[in-house]
């Protein structure tokens, strides 16, 4: 029983040392408002939330978070060898987290390839997932800077 009591105090000590954080606002520094019909902020807050749950803790009068879409850049080439074309397309995010008046900035590049063989390919629809998993890279670099 004395074990078990004081397994259960210093889990509650820990418990009151750990930080919190509560995620205030989520601001988009761009001109790009959609890609693929999806909002550019959309599951930001989610995934930050569950990225600083695994390290740290979230209440509602925890230290203030922002986090900032920055640059959304998507440059493309294509590539034509006689009947073939290959066509790149980058998706590069820069973003930022300020906690405690401290800012911190991430850049990620996801790239998306595609191979066409006697097609005509000018350009491929965007790719909600490439760019999701560039700011879900960004936020795992931020959170770790908290």
């Known amino acids: ?30 001109h790009l408002r959609t890609i693929a019909g999806r909002p550019v902020d959309f599951g930001v807050v989610a995934t930050a939330e569950q990225l600083i749950v695994n390290k740290y803790s979230l209440c509602d009068t925890g230290i203030k978070v922002e986090l900032a879409i920055n640059t959304i850049a998507l440059p493309q080439r294509l590539i034509n060898i006689i009947g073939i074309q290959l066509l790149k397309r980058d998706y590069v995010v820069n973003m930022s987290i300020t906690a405690n008046n401290i800012t911190h900035y991430s850049r990620n590049v996801k790239t998306v390839y595609v191979n066409a063989m006697f097609l ?21 670099d931020l959170v770790k800077e908290l």
């Open 1 to 30: 029983m004395k074990k078990l009591i004081i397994i259960l105090l210093t889990a509650f000590a820990v418990t009151l040392n750990a930080q919190c954080y509560k995620i205030d606002t989520v601001r988009n520094h761009t």
């Open 120 to 140: 005509t390919v000018e350009e491929i629809p965007h790719n909600k997932k490439a760019y999701s998993k560039a700011v879900e890279k960004c936020l795992i």
